[in-house]
């Protein structure tokens, strides 16, 4: 799946050029442990594929791809090899031979193999010279296609960041390679500890695993560990789109010695590690630079005052030096694109097309938004209004702050019986119905199921909710979008502190501050 998400930024460089027929091939006899997930994707793309025996029988004008691992010699055509990743940054496991850049593939028969090998940095050029002499002639520095179509995207930011449910908040990436050595690897159960100790309405946990942890445990095992932090709000990027939005939304990016750390310090992301680097990453490479220099992560602090620290700490440039080890300086956007279609198009013999060459945006992948079972949500009162905090009910005992005036809010779609026997507000989802006649008598109804909840709330849009508590229904409307449910918790607040619902407050989430109304119906 990596080698396939970088042979679809180069192709996007010659779409729409009707003089090009792109077919899709696989050597089935190289297949790597990697490569499950990879028919499924070329399937839902509409791509032609061929098989390999047809494509090795076949005279093509040009080869593109992203891994020396094939048998790209047995392919009649000028191949065209790119790094599917960050450049070449790892050895193979157990070895001293840099991936990527393995001389036994690069030549076959005392001929080498690649027409040409894209690079993104000069410094990988030497290390091609160093490691296999006779292709040093084939390397040509074109950058980093997947960096520089980032780069082309870093003003979609804000945009990516509200499809993933983060417009008002931080969002924290955590990106992990595979591998026992992994920040998923290492610690498993950060996802949980994430969404468990940070207020859920100041920041957004999205997690974004390397394509080898989903083919190597089948997407099913995945997405069972994943469950519950995924039903509690995380958003977990699948294998085939998304890693890139969530590098350019992130506000910060936890991670380890794979590829998504190094573009992360290279979009200038505060960045921590898990891990300091690993015994693969080839030394004097940017992922060895950035495993000397970024932090690390910190079991025994808690997750929101270690987060804030790196990223109200971040100083704009401090990866500079990963960031010259990377790609060149004048490599990083369009300057690659036609850099490399000058070379594709050259290799295809090809006259180039007119418009300029430029990489395809970066796209939100589609995102659901889970009905939380239950949060944990302490207050402050303060002379100008309310301030809350809520925070995942995982049963975890994850650190809540300091705040007061504790209670339990659970979704009664979700919930587990437990929480709801617990609950001092229960969520129902009556939107339909809450202004009709028949709603008193429904919550009632409800109220009287869980005897302990001294609030019934539904949700009616995306900034107010009704709520029912003694015998009294009242709609409450904030004067600008956020999470309806926190005006059930404002409403139960009010009621044990002050005996009533004030007709006009104030709520306090993290850096915002929000007017509200109540009304009596």
């Known amino acids: 799946m990596t080698t396939l998400g970088?042979?679809?930024?180069?192709?996007?460089?010659?779409?729409?050029?009707?003089?090009?027929?792109?077919?899709?091939?696989?050597?089935?006899?190289?297949?790597?442990?990697?490569?499950?997930?990879?028919?499924?994707?070329?399937?839902?793309?509409?791509?032609?594929?061929?098989?390999?025996?047809?494509?090795?029988?076949?005279?093509?004008?040009?080869?593109?791809?992203?891994?020396?691992?094939?048998?790209?010699?047995?392919?009649?055509?000028?191949?065209?090899?790119?790094?599917?990743?960050?450049?070449?940054?790892?050895?193979?496991?157990?070895?001293?031979?840099?991936?990527?850049?393995?001389?036994e593939?690069?030549?076959?028969?005392?001929?080498?193999?690649?027409?040409?090998?894209?690079?993104?940095?000069?410094?990988?050029?030497?290390?091609?010279?160093?490691?296999?002499?006779?292709?040093?002639?084939?390397?040509?520095?074109?950058?980093?296609?997947?960096?520089?179509?980032?780069?082309?995207?870093?003003?979609?930011?804000?945009?990516?960041?509200?499809?993933?449910?983060?417009?008002?908040?931080?969002?924290?990436?955590?990106?992990?390679?595979?591998?026992?050595?992994?920040?998923?690897?290492?610690?498993?159960?950060?996802?949980?500890?994430?969404?468990?100790?940070?207020?859920?309405?100041?920041?957004?946990?999205?997690?974004?695993?390397?394509?080898?942890?989903?083919?190597?445990?089948?997407?099913?095992?995945?997405?069972?560990?994943?469950?519950?932090?995924?039903?509690?709000?995380?958003?977990?990027?699948?294998?085939?789109?998304g890693w890139q939005a969530a590098l350019l939304a992130a506000s910060v990016v936890i991670s380890d010695h794979g590829s998504?750390?190094?573009?992360?310090?290279?979009?200038?992301?505060?960045?921590?590690?898990?891990?300091?680097?690993?015994?693969?990453?080839?030394?004097?490479?940017?992922?060895?630079?950035?495993?000397?220099?970024?932090p690390v992560w910190d079991l025994d602090e808690r997750p929101r005052q270690q987060l804030d620290a790196v990223i109200d700490q971040h100083e704009p440039g401090i990866h500079g030096q990963v960031i010259n080890l990377l790609a060149e300086p004048d490599l990083h956007g369009e300057d690659c694109a036609r850099r490399l279609r000058r070379l594709l198009y050259g290799l295809l013999r090809l006259e180039e097309p007119p418009a300029t060459a430029t990489f395809g945006p970066v796209v939100a992948p589609a995102m659901s938004v889970p009905a939380v079972p239950a949060t944990v949500v302490g207050a402050e009162i303060q002379r100008d209004g309310m301030r809350i905090e809520r925070y995942a009910d995982l049963g975890h005992g994850e650190p809540r702050g300091g705040l007061e005036h504790r209670h339990l809010v659970a979704d009664l779609r979700t919930a587990s019986l437990a929480q709801l026997c617990s609950a001092s507000v229960v969520l129902v989802n009556d939107r339909d119905v809450w202004s009709t006649r028949g709603w008193p008598v429904r919550a009632a109804e409800e109220m009287a199921r869980w005897p302990q909840a001294r609030i019934l709330a539904t949700v009616v849009d995306e900034a107010s909710c009704v709520v029912w508590a003694d015998g009294q229904v009242t709609l409450l409307r904030a004067d600008e979008p956020l999470d309806p449910i926190v005006l059930a918790s404002l409403a139960y607040l009010r009621l044990t502190t002050l005996g009533r619902i004030p007709a006009e407050d104030s709520v306090h989430l993290g850096r915002r501050a929000i007017g509200v109304v109540a009304v009596a119906r």
Not at 131 to 150: E, I, K, T
Not at 203 to 228: D, F, K, M, N, T
Not at 272 to 284: E, I, W, Y
Request: glycine share 8%; net charge positive.
């Open 260 to 294: 998504l750390a190094l573009y992360a310090a290279a979009l200038d992301k505060p960045v921590v590690l898990v891990g300091r680097g690993s015994a693969v990453t080839v030394p004097g490479s940017a992922a060895a630079r950035l495993a000397a220099t970024a």
């Open 105 to 241: 593939r690069l030549v076959t028969g005392g001929r080498v193999v690649p027409a040409a090998i894209g690079l993104p940095h000069a410094a990988h050029l030497a290390r091609l010279a160093r490691l296999c002499p006779p292709a040093a002639s084939r390397g040509v520095v074109v950058g980093d296609p997947a960096l520089a179509r980032m780069r082309g995207s870093r003003f979609r930011s804000g945009q990516l960041r509200a499809a993933f449910g983060a417009r008002d908040k931080r969002l924290v990436v955590l990106a992990s390679t595979f591998g026992p050595d992994s920040a998923f690897g290492r610690l498993p159960d950060l996802p949980e500890r994430l969404v468990g100790g940070l207020p859920v309405d100041e920041y957004q946990v999205v997690v974004v695993l390397h394509p080898g942890v989903w083919a190597a445990h089948g997407p099913w095992q995945v997405r069972s560990w994943l469950e519950q932090a995924a039903a509690y709000g995380v958003q977990v990027v699948t294998p085939h789109e």
């Open 6 to 103: 970088r042979l679809r930024d180069v192709l996007s460089l010659t779409a729409g050029d009707r003089r090009i027929q792109t077919s899709f091939t696989r050597d089935v006899r190289s297949r790597s442990a990697l490569a499950a997930g990879v028919d499924e994707a070329l399937a839902e793309l509409g791509a032609p594929v061929l098989p390999w025996r047809d494509a090795v029988s076949t005279r093509f004008d040009l080869a593109l791809a992203a891994s020396e691992n094939d048998r790209l010699a047995d392919l009649d055509a000028s191949v065209l090899l790119l790094p599917h990743g960050a450049g070449h940054q790892k050895f193979y496991p157990d070895t001293a031979v840099v991936s990527g850049l393995n001389p």
